[in-house]
Nanobody, 115 residues
Framework: QVQLVESGGGLVQPGGSLRLSCAAS????????MGWYRQAPGKQRELVAT???????NYTDSVKGRFTISRDNSKNTVYLQMNTLKPEDTAVYYC?????????WGQGTQVTVSS
């Protein structure tokens, strides 16, 4: 059974940094791409960043230049480095793994940006 487990969320002041991790129970090469999505209260879930198995990345405009998605193939882990955080980045962040057959989600990790 495929599992994605996020970690690294928390409370941070505006301008601060956090690094989220997503550990997969299978090789990350089982997925066509992996990424991070977020959902703020009262809003729809939105794409934050994705990375294909070939390393092609995609970011939503609001995080370009501040967030970086990366992966460690040996650890089957995908990361999201978040810098210069803003209050509007506050949300539950979800890891996603998309394969030909299915779409997998983690349980989510809360990120709160507040002074």
């Amino acid at each position: 059974q495929v599992q994605l487990v996020e970690s690294g969320g928390g409370l941070v002041q505006p301008g601060g940094s956090l690094r989220l991790s997503c550990a997969a129970s299978v090789s990350i090469f089982a997925f066509a791409d992996m990424g991070w999505y977020r959902q703020a209260p009262g809003k729809q879930r939105e794409l934050v960043a994705t990375m294909t198995t070939r390393g092609v990345t995609n970011y939503t405009d609001s995080v370009k230049g501040r967030f970086t998605i990366s992966r460690d193939n040996s650890k089957n882990t995908v990361y999201l480095q978040m810098n210069t955080l803003k209050p509007e980045d506050t949300a539950v962040y979800y890891c996603n793994g998309r394969s030909v057959l299915a779409n997998y989600w983690g349980q989510g990790t809360q990120v709160t940006v507040s002074s």
